[in-house]
């Protein structure tokens, strides 16, 4: 029998007008180019892609600049290593896997040594636009029998002692048990999409979209259809997993079998 978990992804869409849509940098008047870099000097996030008043004033604000590749973790009874790509549309801090105790050594990005920054007691990094790899190791008496991902990294490939565990099991903040995995009976992948919405009359007019994902199998990433019907434009995006809108309006989600709850709007 297939173990399966709901996924649930919560989207709330507003039309709203065509002018209220970002001005590329190419699309700028000539005689204002020389003041954009000065324009948006400390606000470079400001060109990563957006979701409308989904900031906590309600005005446009919130960005998304980085996006987490799989995570490979190898991990041994006295050490470990892990891998992963990440894509910038900006510079920014990454968060990397680790914690008190259990903290990545000998960094390196893009097969250059780097040094790894501690916000919050968590690990991380500050990368550079573009698409990068970065790879760590971990030392320890004993293997633990958990370690803590960040939650905004949905794809965990785990080896433990040299063995794949196909199915890691996770908990609702992302931490990895490294001793115990879910039934490889959910082997067979299926992907099940059900869609909710809610139309709310007011001015502007708002459509509420509930999308539920019934996820078999291994984690994976998935593109799945547009998200919004034409004319509307997202104005926020809640989902226990990383998701994303891309460009043209598709809704890419990370998903992984295993307890994932949403929350409505």
Known sequence: MDRRATLLV???LTALPA?????????VPEPLRPWTEWALD???????????????????????????????????????????????EQPGFVWLP?????WPLELRVDAQPAASLEWDGA????????????????????????LAVPPETGLV???????????????????VFLQRSRSAEAAEESLEVVVHRRVIDEVPL??????????????????LGRALPDGFLPVSLDAPLPARIEPGGRLRVQVRPGPARGRSS
């Open 42 to 88: 400390g606000r470079e996030d400001r060109l990563c892609p957006f979701l409308l008043g989904s900031g906590q004033d309600g005005s446009a604000a919130e960005t998304r600049c980085a996006w987490p590749g799989r995570l490979a973790l190898d991990l041994g009874e006295r050490e470990g290593r892990f891998r992963q790509e990440w894509t910038l």
């Open 98 to 102: 680790g914690e008190e105790g259990r």
């Open 10 to 12: 919560v989207l709330c």
């Open 206 to 223: 708002l459509l509420v979209t509930r999308i539920e994902l019934s996820v078999a199998g291994k984690a994976r990433e998935v593109l």
């Open 157 to 175: 490939a785990l080896s433990v002692r040299g063995a794949a565990l196909p199915f890691p099991e996770r908990d609702a903040e992302g931490r």
């Open 123 to 146: 690990p991380g990094i500050w990368l550079p636009a573009g698409r990068h790899t970065v790879e760590g190791s971990f030392r320890w008496d004993a293997l633990p029998e958990s």
């Open 19 to 27: 002018g209220a849509e970002r001005l590329p940098k190419d699309r």
